[in-house]
């Protein structure tokens, strides 16, 4: 039997039924992938913004003391922190912008990691997987994104710059 049968025509039995989930999880569409990457990321950075918003003198109290980060005044570093973590998952539900909020949200994993929590990389490394995967490959089909590419994406592409 040459190699192209044996790949083709796997024998019955466990071999057979491997093969058969193996090829059926290889068909399941990227766009129902990220739609769990998307929510999933966005319930993490809006249940944090909740978080600060409960209690905003707390919040203050947390990025003058403990935070800490450079070169950012603490109120500044509590509004932009919060601004962000009210945005981005929004954008991301929606598939609305998707590769900016992940970029940004990215940047915050990476700024929570090496200024404030850097031994909590377990928990920040898999925030960073999703986002890397939602930043590499999009929002997938069932967005916003994929919308406005596919309704407005080939005449801007098409128009030349002066």
């Known amino acids: ?5 044996r790949t083709t025509q796997p024998s019955r039995g466990i071999s057979g039924m491997l093969w058969d989930i193996r090829r059926a999880l290889d068909g399941v569409s990227y766009t129902w992938l990220a739609l769990p990457l998307r929510f999933a990321v966005a319930t993490i950075f809006w249940n944090s913004a909740m978080a600060k918003l409960a209690n905003w003198d707390t919040t203050l109290s947390l990025f003058a003391d403990e935070y800490q980060l450079p070169l950012i005044p603490p109120v500044i570093a509590a509004d932009v922190a919060t601004a962000v973590e009210l945005t981005a ?16 949200l990215l940047g915050m994993t990476a ?4 200024f404030v929590y850097p031994l909590a990389w377990p928990t920040h490394i898999q925030w960073a997987a999703m986002l890397l995967v939602l930043l ?18 080939p005449q801007v592409l098409a128009q030349k710059s002066p």
């Open 89 to 104: 998952p929004v954008l991301l539900l929606l598939g609305l912008l998707t590769r900016p909020a992940a970029l940004v």
């Open 1 to 5: 039997m040459t190699d192209a049968a």
């Open 136 to 153: 590499c490959r999009g929002p997938g089909a069932l967005s916003v994104d994929h919308w406005l590419l596919g309704r407005f994406g």
């Open 111 to 114: 700024v929570i990691e090496i």
